[in-house]
């Protein structure tokens, strides 16, 4: 997807958030920023609604266009909020889309229940009224590397992301996928589902869905377990029965978990010089990625902790 976007920060983003919500009849007054990321997502107050600002205007396209497919099939799944055309573009060329907002319950969502919705998920006919991407496995790693703040990175840093770009790339080439491809989320793990006080859980966070192999998918909660340990291994193994398959055991893993590890590195180095403990993040991450053996220590919280906040 294109990034339409040249600056993505609180001020930017909250500069998108009044415009396009005053084009609309919103009050964008005392509006919360609950996440800043790839995207910006905002809670109005006074309103069953979420904002979310994007970096592509092609993106929020699809993702509008996805969640009216899901819900086609009756898939549980966050729904667009109000009847105009989505997303707008603000003047500056900043898309911005409305969501339902979603009432979490106190029960966590678990490993198996994100083995049991990508099973149903991957289960759905490819959408007939518009078509889906083909996937490509980083497709926004070559523009974020090419924007990273002069100064802020050595050069052989930077240099070496490009470098382990390419090998993961021609790594990809050769794979041989098993799993019948198909419609995909592409960032499928537990942080995308929400549970609701009535237990119902619903998927969010459209983005990246494309038409590719089921395997992208899968790996995610696999690299979170191997790799990462942010998952336990009863949680994994309760996730790889209700999914089916168990994607570590398939030899294109050890591809697939050097492409999602340069994907989330180069996703939160998109705010370097933005916080000290976020760059300091991103450095350790670098320096993880240049040893396939390393245990990687990264932290998971700063993915989801808006700054200011």
Known sequence: MINN?????????RIALEEACRSVGLDPTGAILVRLGENAMYQLRGEAVMVRIGRSEEAARKETLVAEWLATHNFCAVRPA?????????????????????????????????????????????????QLPDFSPMPKVTERIRKLPVGLLSSEDVEFLRHRHREIIEEFASLEFVLPPGPVHGDAHARNLMRCPNGTIKLIDFEDFCHGPREWDVAVEAVRYQSLGWVSEDDYRSYVAEYGFDVIRWPGFRTLRAARELNMTTWLAQRLGQDAGIDAEIRRRIADLQDDQSTRHWRPLLFYTPLGS
């Open 5 to 13: 976007v040249t600056e993505f920060t609180v001020n930017s983003t």
């Open 82 to 130: 109000g009847h105009s055309s989505q997303p707008i573009v603000t003047n500056r060329g900043v898309p911005v889309t409305f969501w339902e907002f979603i009432h979490e319950g106190a029960q966590p969502v678990a490993s198996a229940d994100l083995g049991r919705i990508l099973r149903e998920l991957h289960a759905l006919p490819a959408p007939t009224s518009f």
